[in-house]
């Protein structure tokens, strides 16, 4: 398979198995979740490259583009696989340094970015998001860190690729803070996760009951005024006959309730018939002959029911243009309950109701409250919000609950959703109001994010200190195993005693172990090796002495221990260039026994052989420094070579030997002395003009004449 064809194969199984990892991820806070996938695309990059990785990030994110809505975690999680990719190409990596590098410097500030683009509501939990992306990815690349020196994710991913980190040290260092990072992270965070859940709930549980507070002294402020009506409907009653009374009882009822701006009765049709103050019906009445309040709500609502109405805000028509509530009753007809004879009625300006405003601006600096009607308008707002009485608002949900709550922002009519976030707690009360109080999330995302902050840095740190700690540890088991290698590329040092390997207590058993084995068998090569050189010394000596008693051999004659002919003609050879190169004259006798055939024939062989043997002894005796060669040519006939004497010289001296050999008797072993002659034949050339086979050939004329001219005599030839 190609290798390109491989990658493809690589990517598309691993994205795959990522992906479906990816599926099943850790919820945290909001949308942030955990997720383990992506430690399968950062091995596809480590070991298949910046582009496979990529391709493979592509496909493992694919379930958090349904799952978050964007294409975000697609880019910052591809750009993640090329940055450690190409960076796994050019350096000696660390997995975990790289992608905490990568996240700090580039993939943070893209997310930063990519969360303001698409949803506000994750605005004030950027900081937070972004701290648990880097978590996360400190958390995944440990887990790639851990399983990328297993063989198996060498096989599956690699194939014979090798990984750019091979040291002890490096493997041992990745594998230490791995594992110590990975259960630190997972324990930190778990811890972290409580503590904000707990916070949440704390915080949640303090909203609820400030909201129950204001909402009970809400209530107060209005239920005891409603109880006022009710009470007062009943004394109304009984004095419905009496105008007088009518008039004097509201009067005083109204001075009970001053926040009432006005408070009016009317009969059963809605004609008006007292007012509090007295002057409003009368400066009314003379402009107008009847008031008629039968077309308002809150005399439509009293009249036909037994219950006390609060109305929904509104602008007052018959005296002032004020933004008024009015809260009405009906005043029972005592002899045909439940029927009522009229309807009394106070107004309260809103903004007359500075002690209900109040309470609503000072629950705590962090929750806003509101109070709307039945119509879901405004009637007031806390300060903060903004929104002016009779406002209708919307609330638009948030994405998520936080903690049971919900989460809020406030869209006012027509506009659009502020981006204030808001927790949100609401009440509605017995006569249709809401009470709705708002806190403001950004303060619990400030503590959250505070905390989260802090937590980043630790885990930064906790990263860094336990990298320093695994290499200080794994440098620790391979600082002997360096020094051991080192001592075996200097080899000599194996033969001293190592103070730091000898007397080391603190070494581990393994390291002692290895270098005693080593030490052994380094002394077993260097002993062989001397033994070995002894042995090769030996031989040598003994060869150098088979050599010379070869050479020997083969220059010598065995019988009689003179050189052969070998020898003879190699040592003519280099005489005659001699001779050539001096100009000097070259000799040459040869002897030849007389009638040897007849000693052999007589005596025997063996006994020609001792003849043979005596005759080289006897040569031997004229054996001097000029001689340059004495030799056996072989059978019986011998030869000496002599340079730059005198022809003269040497027919002397040819003709000595033959006196010596004459009066010379041989003798062999106890048998009787007898004598024999020898001719010779002696030739002297001039070397510049002649070549040694010459010589020879004139020698051995010389000789041949000798022979016929009756043996036991010198003969001789001179080429000048
Ligand atoms: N014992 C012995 N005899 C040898 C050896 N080599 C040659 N001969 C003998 O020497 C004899 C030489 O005889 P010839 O060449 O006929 O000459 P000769 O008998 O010496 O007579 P002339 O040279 O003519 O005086 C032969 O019988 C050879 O067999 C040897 O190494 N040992």
New binding site residues.
């Given amino acids: 398979m190609g290798d390109r064809l491989t990658s493809l194969v690589v990517v598309v199984i691993a994205g795959a198995a990522a992906a479906v990892v990816n599926l099943f991820r850790l919820p945290l806070f909001f949308e942030a979740e955990f997720l383990f996938g992506q430690f399968l695309v950062l091995l596809v990059a480590v070991y298949r490259g910046p582009l496979a990785g990529l391709a493979c990030a592509v496909i493992a994110t694919w379930p958090l583009v349904d799952a978050w809505g964007s294409y975000w975690a697609t880019l910052t999680f591809g750009m993640e696989a090329l940055f450690v990719g190409l960076a796994c190409r050019f350096v000696r990596f660390n997995v975990i340094m790289l992608v905490m590098i990568y996240w700090i410097a580039i993939g943070m500030p893209v997310s930063w970015y990519s969360i303001s683009g698409y949803e506000h509501f994750l605005d004030s939990h950027r900081t937070a998001i972004l701290i648990k992306q880097l978590t996360n990815a400190i958390v995944y690349a440990h887990i790639t860190a851990l399983v990328m020196y297993l063989p198996v994710t060498r096989k599956l991913l690699g194939f014979d690729q090798k990984p750019v980190t091979l040291s002890i040290k490096e493997q041992s260092s990745h594998i230490i803070s791995s594992l110590l990072i990975t259960c630190g992270i997972g324990f930190f965070f778990f811890n972290l996760d409580q503590s904000i859940k707990n916070s949440g709930s704390d915080y949640s549980q303090v909203h609820d009951i400030k909201h129950e507070q204001l909402k009970a002294q809400l209530g107060e402020v209005f239920s005891r005024k409603i109880t006022a009506f009710s009470e007062y409907r009943e004394t109304l009653a009984q004095l419905w006959n009496d105008p007088e009374m009518r008039q004097q009882s509201l009067l005083s009822f109204n001075q009970r309730y001053p926040q009432f701006r006005t408070m009016v009765i009317t009969d059963q049709h809605g004609d008006l018939l007292h007012s509090s103050p007295e002057e409003l019906v009368k400066n009314v009445k003379s402009q107008n002959e009847n008031i008629n309040v039968a077309d308002r709500d809150y005399f439509t609502h009293a009249i036909s029911s037994d219950q006390t109405y609060v109305s929904p805000a509104f602008v007052g028509r018959g005296f002032g243009k004020d933004l008024i509530v009015a809260i009405s009753s009906g005043v029972p007809d005592l002899l045909n309950r439940p029927s009522n004879v009229g309807i009394i009625e106070g107004s309260f300006i809103l903004t007359n109701l500075r002690h209900v405003k109040s309470l609503l601006d000072n629950i705590d600096p962090s929750v806003e409250a509101i109070l709307i009607d039945q119509n879901g308008q405004v009637v007031l707002a806390s300060e903060q919000l903004q929104l002016p009485p009779l406002q209708t608002f919307e609330l638009v949900k948030g994405v998520d609950t936080f903690y049971e709550h919900s989460l809020v922002t406030i869209k006012k009519t027509g506009g659009e959703p502020g981006r204030e976030v808001y927790y949100l707690a609401e009440s509605l009360f017995p006569w249709g109001w809401k009470l709705l109080s708002l806190q403001n999330e950004a303060r619990f995302a400030d503590v959250i994010e505070r905390s989260l902050i802090i937590f980043a840095v630790t885990i930064v740190l906790v990263v860094l200190i336990s990298h320093i700690l695994a290499f200080a540890i794994s440098h620790s088991w391979s600082y002997h195993m360096t020094r051991l290698n080192e001592l075996i590329e200097r080899g000599d040092e194996f033969n001293r005693e190592l103070d730091e390997f000898e007397n080391n207590d603190q070494l581990p058993d393994e390291i002692v172990n290895l270098y005693q084995e080593i030490k052994n068998s380094r002394q077993a090569i260097v002993k062989m090796n001397t033994e070995l050189q002894n042995t090769v010394a030996e031989r040598t000596e003994k060869l150098q002495i088979v050599n010379a008693k070869l050479n020997k051999m083969a220059s010598t004659d065995a019988?009689t221990g003179l050189d052969n002919r070998r020898q003879f003609n190699q040592k003519l050879d280099e005489m005659w260039q001699h001779s050539q190169k001096n100009l000097s004259p070259l000799s040459m006798l040869i002897i030849?026994?007389?009638?040897?055939?007849?000693?052999?024939?007589t005596f025997g062989?063996?006994?020609?052989?001792q003849?043979?043997v005596q005759l080289a002894e006897q040569l031997q005796h004229f054996n001097d420094d000029r001689i340059g060669c004495l030799a056996r040519l072989?059978?019986?006939e011998f030869c000496l070579l002599m340079s730059g004497q005198e022809h003269t010289d040497v027919i002397s001296l040819a003709e000595r030997i033959r006196k010596h050999i004459e009066e010379y008797a041989f003798k062999i072993g106890s048998g009787k002395p007898f004598e024999l002659t020898i001719?010779v034949g002696v030739a002297t050339i001039n070397p510049t003009r002649f070549t040694a086979s010459k010589l020879y050939q004139l020698a051995d004329n010389a000789l041949y004449e000798a022979?016929h001219s009756g043996?036991n005599q010198v003969r001789y030839s001179h080429l000048d």
């Fill in positions: 019988l030849d026994i007389d009638y040897f055939k007849k000693i052999n024939d062989h063996p006994v020609g052989d003849v043979l072989g059978g019986e001719s022979k043996r």
